[in-house]
């Protein structure tokens, strides 16, 4: 069983930077994928990014790859995404998960946050 608390979200101009955390609880943190996924109003929860469990592999959507990075610390059970040059169309909940497979379909993934909002000011 794993708990995700995301934090971190807020309001930010076009162009700023902002660092999304996932803390989350269990003592097998590290042998899950981890991944984030975002859902604007009136949309579909889509894949951001994902990174295996020993960090050695990451994958991102088209939409934010170069601008952002996923990372994790399992020493401290923690998965960050670091947001830069935001854009008012990354504006959505963002929600961590975790699961056994590294891949975009969040159907792969057991154990999700409750989501962190953040709006990107044009």
């Known amino acids: 069983q794993v708990q995700l608390v995301e934090s971190g979200g807020g309001l930010m101009q076009a162009g700023g930077s902002l660092r999304l955390s996932c803390a989350a609880s269990g003592r097998t943190f590290s042998s899950y994928t981890m991944g984030w996924f975002r859902q604007a109003p009136g949309k579909e929860r889509r894949f951001v990014a994902a990174i295996s469990w020993s960090a050695g592999n990451t994958y991102y959507a088209d939409s934010v790859k170069g601008r952002f990075t996923i990372s994790r610390d399992n020493a401290k059970n923690t998965v960050y995404l670091q947001m830069s040059s935001l854009k008012p169309e990354d504006t959505a909940v963002y929600y961590c998960?975790?699961?056994?497979?590294?891949?975009?379909?969040?159907?792969?993934?057991?154990?999700w946050g409750q989501g962190t909002q953040v709006t990107v000011s044009s």
């Open positions: 998960a975790a699961g056994f497979r590294a891949t975009n379909n969040q159907r792969h993934y057991d154990y």
